[in-house]
């Protein structure tokens, strides 16, 4: 008989769409005919249960992926070491229900398996938080390594590892936002930005030469606030990050 | 010694790196080198600088990159520091102490000053220079394409410094490179002295401050926007209303945007209202040969709509053309410069008229059928058709800014090469484009090189001629000739006097003859 196709469907809670949306998707998915895997969570499952994951592959055709930014899943699979040889991911983010559900009733419309719906829990407890790096854009700096202080990262010899992802604090994006590269997503963040997934060209659209000086006027409006970008900005908020990560992680200790 | 194999060396010795420079300044002076110089001639002339003041060869590099700034200094000496743009590499920063962010431009220097950015980035913008912290030279490309750039100090390693040098010199942007004292992408240094020198140099010069073509093109643009033409076109008569359609539809205006360019290259003050009836003079001309050839050839489409006769019937679109020519001579008429200009101008736009025409007879013969045609006949249909059409552009500006007999014949000579250079590119290109539709007649440079190599030229099929130009390799032969075309418009921009269109027609070939 011929593979059919399956659906893993993310169900992770972080709030990165609604609650209402979450809920539509999962009803809707329950009556495509096709075995449909709602996972809590993706994340998880990458780290904990990727045997399941990777079995995937011998038994289906194809794995449709509902979750978050393709970029953020395709490098946590390379990250995680899974290997799937056709999947498709389909970004609950960006996409709206409608557009997920009829792109996946389109895609089943020859199937002719029964309607198959299960829940899956990973047996991981802490949340699955944890940086993927992009080693497309990664120039091994090694600057990430040098900002975490809880030993997520391993640097050594011009080789980045994210050694012990779960050793990363829940919510504490800072690193990445040191990145000279943006070449660290944490799929969990609930903003949607490059930090979460989108595709760093994404931002770039709005600044390409127009047809008159629009390149001129923005480096210089860009130049011009240099300095105030860096006081309110960014690595300001990095290590705001980085010092609520720590005082939770002493609390943490404490209550222990 | 072989280029590639090559160690790209900085002198670590101050006195021997100023030694370098200043010899290359001295040397550059008294040779007048010309940029942008070709990288082979710069070489030998490297290499003699060198033997000269006994200093090692392995600095070979070093000093071509030295020779290549002293060419263009007098040119980036003379561009005010609000049209510069300063590039800095982001290697330069302490990667340890480093505060600074990275967006889509490249490093936001957060002032830290662990390393020496942010003092440069200060000196440099106080003087009004754009900078940015970025590897690479897109937006260096970017800027110089947009208009608001016309000159680059750049800091790089060696390495880039080499590779970029002929994209640079092909665009012909004047720059100015620095190279890092050692390669190897992390914590560099920068002899800052020498770049603080380079930074600040400016020394006033009007005829060598280059002209933006960027710049002149959207001014070009705007004089065929909504309202600028009504000063020209103002009668609300019928003939007239059509006439103005095609005026303002669409196009490259190349040929006023050459046109103004040689006008603002000779003149020594630009009157606007001048360059605004130049500009149109030209299109008028051009324009009317347009709707008159779409009915000579048949063609239903241009710029993506219907042709004039398509849209307003053939008896319209004649008389369309003919009040076009009526028009172009009016506003020539009009222009206020004195007689002896006057004459000459109508002298070179009547001539060109006249060439044209021929040229258009001779190719509505040879798209009869006339298969049998020479090299030598159809070089002249290219002189005659597109060359006269670059030439008038050209001459008229030259004419009117009162330019000298002895660059009005260089002119001459330019525009029949490039017209010619510019058909043969036509030629290949639509070859290879390979198109649905193609016709024999399509090709008309192959043609006469398959005539000239004894064919009779009777094909009925495309694809016979196709074969026939594969087993005899004439591509590879029309590639040649066409760089030779090619070779031979630099080599005349060359024997120009006026270094602003010189400058501004390298920068014009490097942009048509991209490869």
Request: hydrophobic content about 40%; glycine content about 6%.
């Amino acid at each position: 008989m011929e593979k059919q196709n399956c659906l893993l469907y993310c169900n992770c809670g972080a709030k990165i769409i609604t609650d209402k949306k979450q809920n539509v998707l999962a009803e809707s998915f329950q009556h495509l005919h096709i075995d449909v895997f709602e996972l809590h969570d993706l994340c998880a499952f990458s780290l904990n249960e990727k045997e399941f994951i990777n079995s995937l592959d011998s038994k289906y055709n194809k794995v449709f992926i509902v979750a978050c930014y393709p970029r953020a899943i395709e490098n946590m699979f390379l990250q995680n070491n899974i290997k799937l040889s056709n999947f498709e991911v389909l970004n609950f983010r960006e996409l709206s229900e409608e557009e997920i559900v009829s792109w996946l009733k389109q895609e089943t419309l020859d199937s002719n398996s029964i309607p198959n719906y299960k829940v899956l829990k990973s047996s991981l407890e802490v949340p699955a938080w944890y940086p993927v790096i992009d080693e497309s854009l990664c120039t091994l700096c090694g600057q990430c390594a040098r900002f975490c202080v809880f030993g997520v990262y391993k640097f050594k010899s011009k080789k980045l590892d994210v050694l012990n992802p779960l050793n990363c604090k829940n919510n504490c994006p800072a690193c990445g936002r040191t990145c000279p590269a943006s070449a660290i997503i944490f799929p969990r963040l609930p903003e949607n930005a490059v930090l979460s997934g989108a595709q760093p060209g994404a931002e770039k659209s709005e600044y390409s030469p127009a047809k008159k000086p629009g390149l001129f006027v923005m480096l210089n409006e860009r130049n011009s606030m240099r300095r105030s970008i860096f006081k309110e900005g960014i690595m300001q908020q990095a290590e705001e990050e980085k010092l609520k990560a720590i005082n939770e992680y002493k609390k943490g200790l404490e209550e222990k | 010694m072989d280029k590639s194999k090559r160690i790209l060396k900085v002198p670590e010795d101050d006195a021997l790196r100023n030694l370098l420079r200043k010899e290359s300044r001295l040397f550059v002076e008294e040779i007048n080198l010309l940029p942008p110089a070709p990288f082979a001639q710069m070489e030998e002339l490297a290499v003699d600088l060198l033997k000269k003041l006994k200093v090692s060869e392995e600095y070979i590099d070093f000093t071509i990159i030295l020779l290549g700034n002293e060419s263009w200094r007098k040119t980036v000496e003379s561009i005010p520091y609000q049209r510069r743009l300063l590039l800095l590499p982001q290697c330069l920063k302490d990667n340890s102490a480093c505060k600074g962010v990275f967006d889509e431009l490249g490093l936001i220097c957060a002032a830290c000053k662990a390393c020496p950015v942010d003092d440069i980035l200060l000196e440099a913008e106080k003087l009004g220079y754009t900078t940015l912290v970025a590897e690479g030279t897109t937006v260096a490309i970017g800027l110089v394409e947009e208009g608001s750039i016309d000159a680059v100090i750049g800091v790089s390693c060696m390495p880039v410094l080499q590779r970029s040098f002929g994209p640079v010199s092909k665009s012909a942007v004047p720059v100015i490179g620095l190279p890092l004292m050692y390669d190897g992408c992390e914590n560099t240094k920068i002899d800052l002295p020498w770049l603080f020198d380079e930074v600040r140099a400016y020394e006033f010069n009007k005829n060598l401050q280059p002209i933006s073509i960027s710049a002149l093109k959207w001014q070009i643009e705007d004089f065929y926007e909504n309202g600028a033409l009504d000063k020209y076109f103002n009668t609300n008569d019928h003939t007239e209303n059509l006439a103005k359609e095609y005026i303002q539809i669409g196009g490259q205006r190349m040929r006023p945007v050459l046109a103004a360019l040689s006008y603002k290259a000779y003149s020594s003050e630009t009157n606007e209202d001048v360059l605004h009836q130049l500009s149109l003079i030209i299109e008028c001309f051009h324009k009317a040969s347009l709707v008159h050839d779409d009915i000579e050839d048949e063609s239903d489409l241009r710029y993506n709509k219907p042709t004039a006769h398509k849209k307003y019937g053939i008896a319209q679109a004649i008389n369309i053309g003919d009040f076009l020519v009526g028009k172009g001579y009016r506003v020539l008429a009009e222009l206020p410069v004195k007689a002896e200009i006057m004459a000459k101008g109508f002298q070179k736009v009547s001539e060109s008229h006249l060439k044209l025409t021929q040229g258009q007879g001779a190719d509505i013969l040879f798209n009869q059928g006339r298969n049998r045609v020479s090299r030598k006949e159809i070089l002249q249909i290219f002189r005659d058709k597109t060359g006269e059409a670059i030439k008038v552009a050209l001459l008229l500006g030259a004419i009117l800014g009162e330019a000298e007999d002895s660059d009005l014949h260089i002119l001459t000579d330019f525009s029949d090469l490039f017209g010619i250079a510019y058909q043969i590119r036509d030629d290949l290109n639509e070859f290879r484009a390979e198109e649905q539709d193609e016709k024999i007649s399509d090709f008309p440079f192959l043609i006469a090189l398959l005539y000239e190599n004894g064919e009779d030229g009777d094909f009925v099929e495309v694809s016979g001629f196709r074969k026939r130009v594969y087993e005899l390799d004439l591509v590879s032969k029309a590639d040649e000739i066409l760089n030779n075309y090619i070779q031979h418009c630099y080599n005349e921009l060359d024997k120009l006097d006026n270094a602003k269109l010189r400058l501004s027609l390298y920068a014009v070939l490097g942009k048509i003859f991209k490869d």
